[in-house]
């Protein structure tokens, strides 16, 4: 069972930039397709970005689609979420997920089987 953490979260201004990171405890992760999640306050959780294990192929929600880019690593166990042109509807907690199944893309959070813990993002004003 491989275990996520994220980090790299915290407070920007908008329009501005932060790097998300998902650290993976097994060099398993290199098989695994993965995602970015977040939620915010009273909202339900919803699909960021997708990357294929081999980082050939990313998919990503139309609301972040030209400000986001997502990113891996296999050979260092990591999974990057570039995030610029922060606006305030952003702020939320990001999660990273790791799904087992081969179907591409995946946008839901119920096909992910392994979750990291989460980090808050906030964007003032």
């Known amino acids: 069972q491989v275990q996520l953490v994220e980090s790299g979260g915290g407070l920007v201004q908008a329009g501005g930039s932060l790097r998300l990171s998902c650290a993976a405890s097994e060099r398993s992760f290199s098989t695994y397709n993965m995602g970015w999640f977040r939620q915010a306050p009273g909202k339900e959780r919803e699909f960021v970005a997708a990357?294929?294990?081999?980082?050939?192929?990313?998919y990503y929600a139309d609301f972040v689609k030209g400000r986001y880019t997502i990113s891996r690593d296999n050979a260092g166990n990591t999974m990057y979420l570039q995030m610029d042109t922060l606006r305030p509807e952003d702020a939320a907690v990001y999660y990273c997920a790791a799904t087992v199944s081969s179907i591409w893309p995946r946008i839901q959070a119920p096909d992910y089987r392994y979750w990291g813990q989460g980090t808050q993002v906030t964007v003032s004003i």
């Open positions: 990357i294929e294990w081999s980082g050939a192929r990313t």
